[in-house]
């Protein structure tokens, strides 16, 4: 894919043809400083207030800059990789890569004070992006490193818990998760609109033998169904659940698909939490075959190809994509001591934002 200039026109070379770029297009994108803020890359004007059949009088191109002069006068000098990178219509971070329990590496960086200006905070979401986990090892054990890590990213995103979530056992929970009781691979909060994107869980004292870190690639295990288990798998992308959550002072609901795909059949996000979700009244034959195939969806979860168990230090931080990663724990003993675990959200133009800025900061580009 590249640009190329011809009597007065703008092409975007493709393999099997030439697509012509709209002489418009290209001069609601000028950025002389009359138009564009330097500090914001905001317009100064309104382009629907302009003439749309503005004409191309001039254009020349070298390897790395498009000049174009157009017929309203607007003179203008773009960056042939931005175009193209516009052009494709994909995100740099969309390179994900599918994986199981032969994962050889589990992801992970050591915490740097002030890393998140950094290269290195490049390299851990790009992480995030491709594994859809990532663990910073070796932060500060304080109450409040969490939510002040958390903001540094993005902006934490207060739910009925307040801004964070304390993950330990304790009398009379309004969730499992404040148990000791094991967890199987499920996604935060399906219940909630929207569902949360990004989970961060803090580790800040582990002293129990059992209590083991469980995290699944449901993207991997729904690909994997996919392909083995097709007319299961189509079920689970075209049913809607209703997921609810109650305690005495909030009753949260939300429906959705187990697997959502998006415009081409790609999955987009996993649903995953058996004990709050309700299945839809349904005629039988097709209810049976949805609950076989949720069945199956949650073995493959909890199987051994696709299960990574690990156990959480105190300053391990774990980032997970609450759309595409499950995660589970197994049971412990409470009475062996203390395991103390914090959480908050964040959302995913967050962790979008700072890439952005760090690939603007640094002139960097995704790594393949």
């Known amino acids: 894919m590249r640009i190329q200039v011809a009597k007065k026109k703008v092409y975007l070379k493709l393999p099997k043809k030439n697509l012509e770029i709209h002489p418009f297009w290209l001069r609601e994108r000028a950025k002389n400083k009359s138009l564009i803020d330097k500090n914001t890359d905001q317009r100064l004007y309104d382009p629907s207030d302009l003439n749309h059949k503005v004409r191309i009088k001039k254009t020349s191109i070298n390897k790395n800059s498009l000049n174009v002069e157009f017929s309203d006068g607007v003179k203008s000098n773009y960056k042939v990789r931005e175009l193209i990178y516009e052009l494709k219509e994909k995100k740099p971070y969309e390179k994900i890569l599918l994986w199981d329990s032969r994962l050889k590496k589990i992801p992970f960086v050591r915490y740097q004070k002030g890393m998140l200006e950094k290269r290195i905070a490049?390299?851990?979401?790009?992480?995030?992006?491709?594994?859809?986990f990532v663990i910073l090892k070796k932060t500060p054990t304080k109450e409040d490193f969490l939510i002040n890590f958390g903001n540094l990213i993005g902006v934490v995103r207060p739910t009925n818990w307040g801004k964070y979530f304390t993950v330990k056992s304790m009398p009379n929970p309004n969730d499992l998760?404040?148990?000791?009781?094991?967890?199987?691979?499920?996604t935060d909060n399906p219940y909630r609109k929207p569902v949360p994107c990004v989970q961060l869980l803090h580790c800040i004292e582990n002293e129990v033998k059992g209590g083991f870190s469980t995290i699944v690639d449901g993207f991997a295990v729904a690909d994997y169904m996919r392909k083995k288990y097709k007319d299961l798998f189509k079920i689970l992308t075209k049913t809607k659940v209703r997921f609810k959550f109650i305690d005495k002072n909030i009753i949260l609901e939300n429906w959705g698909e187990l697997i959502e795909l998006g415009k081409k059949g790609e999955v987009i996000q996993i649903r995953h939490s058996s004990r709050l979700d309700y299945v839809p009244i349904l005629e039988k034959r097709k209810l049976e075959k949805f609950y076989k195939a949720r069945k199956l969806f949650s073995s493959i979860c909890e199987s051994k190809k696709f299960v990574i168990k690990f156990k959480m230090s105190p300053g391990d931080l774990i980032i997970f994509d609450n759309h595409r990663t499950l995660h589970g724990r197994t049971e412990f003993n409470a009475n062996e001591g203390k395991r103390h675990l914090k959480g908050c959200y964040i959302d995913h133009d967050s962790t979008e934002g700072k890439l952005r800025h760090l690939e603007r900061k640094f002139g960097l580009k995704w790594k393949k």
């Open 177 to 186: 998760a404040y148990t000791s009781l094991p967890l199987k691979a499920h």
């Open 122 to 132: 490049y390299n851990f979401l790009q992480d995030f992006y491709r594994y859809g």
